[in-house]
Every structure is written in structure tokens, then in C-alpha cells.
């Protein structure tokens, strides 16, 4: 059944939802777009309870609560031990899940099937819906036993999610679109410098050496004048050690000037961030749909990245778009010729790319897919499944 709210025009679900998630926190750089995601959640359907690891900053509907499991709380003594914290963790998410049990009906994991192993006895028991969306190359021995008790899986593409199963829906991403929009001044040259931006974090995942070696073929084979500025945290040691040592390969190299480290941002002011470049480039080697990039895209931004997942997406832009992993090269030439291309050409193809985002990747499309699926395409293939 679905219910139209009496003070608007929008279609909302009669579904009481249970979101388990790592972090709430509306100024996060790496996870803020979950914060995004709960609201749109919030406002299709009738309830949502969030419970996280770590809550920040929320701004939420009221028909919206969130519960934290605690790791923003700074500790002493035996709570820093790891296995401790871990079993504070786990007794407070099973505390809360039956506490709240009569408030939700549906459950929608984020990326970490051992919640689901934590708590789906529980679920089960009480007749719950389990869903999980996943959407990484990774395939680990909590998924593949997770897979067994959850009711679907969603996922971004088709090799976001890599085990065979009947459960798995493919829906795209959820990117906002009303926020990521084109900007006027996405393509102006300022100082006469052809403007690139990457995101994500600092971590060799991300590959950021391909990029710096680009940028050196650039300047080597070409008199186009380039800047590059990365956007994005460190999240451990290692990250902090691979950042030194990318510091370091920019100037043994002599491209300080051509390479700048912005740090993070969040994701609510990431659209502002991303307005006045030319081209976004990505490089992450993750195999999943990296949200950066149609974000970036939704701006009107054009894209280069080896991700892929991304041949899905990209559709017949993927060979103009898209180079071989780690080959600096192709990564060079590829950023020679959208240099090449005049501004209205640019603009034309990030107009097109943004098209495929809202065509298909738009938030609240996305939440609607997921809603949709669970109120009425699961409950049939369920009763077909009881009745053979």
C-alpha cells in the first residue's frame, strides 16, 4: 500500500524502516552522503530508525531517530582495548534493535553484512524483512554467509556485488541531484591552467601515484598547463604514511606546482567544491560504483576513470572515458585530448553525462527502487517461492 503525504504531492510507502549503517554525520567527507540517503528515507516512507557506529552532525525529518553505538565518544582505560569495544558495540546493537523492535518492520543494512549476522536470529524471529545494499569488489566469508539469511541484496552494478544469487537487484546509485547540479562556472580557466579535481580518500586503493605520473607525461609531452587538486581525508596510519610519500614523489618529480592537497571536505559542500574545474578524474581501483564520480558527473563535470564498473554507466562515452588501470600513459593522453576539446564541447558532454545520472542514478528514484522492491516485488516472489 502507499500512502500520499496530505501536505504534498509525493508518494510515500507504509514502511516502518530499520537503517544499520557505519556513520551519521552530515559533515563526514567520506561517508556525509549517508546522511542524505536517511532523509530521502525519511521522507518516502513512514518511519525510519537509524543505528550507527559513530553519529555527527544531524539534521533529520521528525519521523527520523538515530542511535549510536558509541565510537564518537572519547574513552579511557580498558574501553580502548578492541576486543572490548567491540563487545560494547555488539551488546549495544542488540540492545537497541530489541528495544525498538515495534517500530520498524523492514531492515536496510549499509555495506556491513555482520550486522546481519549479529542480528538476524532476532529478525527472523520477529518476522522481519532483512535487505542489505553492498556494492564492492571485496567478497568476504561474513558476506557470503549473510547472503543466506537476507531477503534481497541491492547493489550499484552488476560487479558491485559478485556472488550468483536470485536475491540480488541491481538499482544504481543515489546521487542527489537537486544538490549536485551544473554549475556556470564549471569551466572557466583560471590563470590560464587546464583545472582537474579527483575525491576519495588518501589510500593506495585510490591509486593517486597513476595520477601523478600523468601529470608528468603532461607536462612532458605537451605545453598544456595543468593543475590537479585532490580532495579527501586519511582515515589510518597507513593512509598518513602513503600521503608522505605521495608529498614526497611530487617534489623529487619537481610538479609541486601542478599538484595541490586539498584535504577533506564534506559531502555537503562538495557541489560548491567541484564548481570552476574542467575534468574529474578517478582512479580507484575498488571495482565498484565509486558515488564520486556520478556525483561529479551530475555537476556536468567530464570524467576519466579505469573503474569498471563503470562500463555500465558510461555506456558509449566508456571508450573516450575510460583508461587501462595504473597506466599513466593512457591516463595522460586521455586528459591531452579532453584538453583538446573546446568549452561548448565539454559542456555538451557533461550535459550528457549528467543525463545518464538522473536518468538513472538519482536519489529519489534510488530510495523508491528500494522501497518499491521491498513492499511489493519481494512479498510476490515470496508467495511464488511458498507456492511450488
Given at each position: ?254 610538479i609541486g606546482d601542478a599538484v595541490t592537497f586539498l584535504g577533506p571536505v564534506a559531502n555537503s559542500k562538495l557541489p560548491e567544491a567541484l564548481a570552476g574545474y574542467s575534468l574529474f578524474v578517478n582512479m580507484g581501483h575498488t571495482g565498484s560504483l565509486d558515488k564520486a ?40 593522453g586521455k586528459i591531452l585530448r579532453l584538453a583538446a576539446l573546446s568549452e561548448n564541447e565539454r559542456r555538451i558532454l557533461g550535459g550528457e553525462l549528467r543525463a545518464i545520472v538522473v536518468r538513472e542514478h538519482s536519489l529519489k528514484s534510488f530510495v523508491s527502487k528500494i ?18
Amino acid at each position: 500500500m502507499q500512502v500520499r503525504d496530505r501536505t504534498s504531492s509525493k508518494l510515500q510507502y507504509s514502511m516502518r524502516l530499520l537503517i544499520v549503517t557505519q556513520k551519521i554525520d552530515e559533515q563526514d567527507a567520506v561517508l556525509g552522503f549517508m546522511h542524505g540517503w536517511v532523509a530521502e528515507f525519511a521522507r518516502q516512507a513512514e518511519s525510519v530508525s537509524v543505528i550507527c557506529l559513530e553519529k555527527g552532525e544531524v539534521n533529520l525529518p521528525e519521523n527520523a531517530r538515530v542511535f549510536s553505538l558509541g565510537k564518537e565518544k572519547t574513552e579511557l582505560g580498558i574501553r580502548n582495548y578492541e576486543l572490548w569495544k567491540k563487545i560494547k558495540y555488539a551488546w549495544r546493537f542488540v540492545r537497541y534493535i530489541v528495544q525498538t523492535r515495534k517500530e520498524y518492520d523492514t531492515v536496510f543494512v549499509h555495506m556491513n553484512p555482520e550486522y546481519i549476522l549479529l542480528g538476524v536470529i532476532f529478525w527472523k524471529w520477529w518476522g522481519k524483512t532483512v535487505t542489505l545494499w553492498y556494492a564492492h569488489k571485496s567478497v568476504t566469508w561474513h558476506l557470503r554467509l549473510a547472503l543466506h539469511f537476507v531477503d534481497v541484496v541491492f547493489t550499484s552494478t552488476k560487479s558491485g556485488f559478485r556472488l550468483l544469487s536470485t536475491k540480488v537487484k541491481v538499482i544504481g546509485q543515489g546521487i542527489d541531484t537537486e544538490r549536485f547540479m551544473i554549475h556556470d562556472s564549471r569551466f572557466m580557466i583560471q590563470g590560464g591552467a587546464f583545472k582537474i579535481v579527483t575525491v576519495g580518500r588518501i589510500t593506495p586503493s585510490k591509486d593517486y601515484d597513476t595520477l601523478i605520473d600523468a601529470v608528468i607525461i603532461v607536462r612532458t609531452n605537451s605545453n598544456l598547463k595543468i593543475h590537479v587538486d585532490i580532495v579527501g581525508p586519511t582515515s589510518v596510519e597507513s593512509d598518513e604514511v602513503y600521503l608522505k610519500s605521495l608529498k614526497e614523489k611530487i617534489t623529487q618529480k619537481g610538479i609541486g606546482d601542478a599538484v595541490t592537497f586539498l584535504g577533506p571536505v564534506a559531502n555537503s559542500k562538495l557541489p560548491e567544491a567541484l564548481a570552476g574545474y574542467s575534468l574529474f578524474v578517478n582512479m580507484g581501483h575498488t571495482g565498484s560504483l565509486d558515488k564520486a564520480v556520478p556525483e561529479a558527473m551530475a555537476m556536468g563535470l567530464p570524467v576519466l576513470t579505469c573503474n569498471e564498473a563503470f562500463k555500465e554507466v558510461l555506456g558509449p562515452f566508456r571508450g573516450d572515458l575510460m583508461y587501462a588501470k595504473s597506466n599513466a600513459e593512457a591516463l595522460g593522453g586521455k586528459i591531452l585530448r579532453l584538453a583538446a576539446l573546446s568549452e561548448n564541447e565539454r559542456r555538451i558532454l557533461g550535459g550528457e553525462l549528467r543525463a545518464i545520472v538522473v536518468r538513472e542514478h538519482s536519489l529519489k528514484s534510488f530510495v523508491s527502487k528500494i522501497l518499491s522492491s521491498i513492499q511489493y516485488e519481494l512479498p510476490a516472489r515470496q508467495s511464488q517461492s511458498n507456492g511450488q
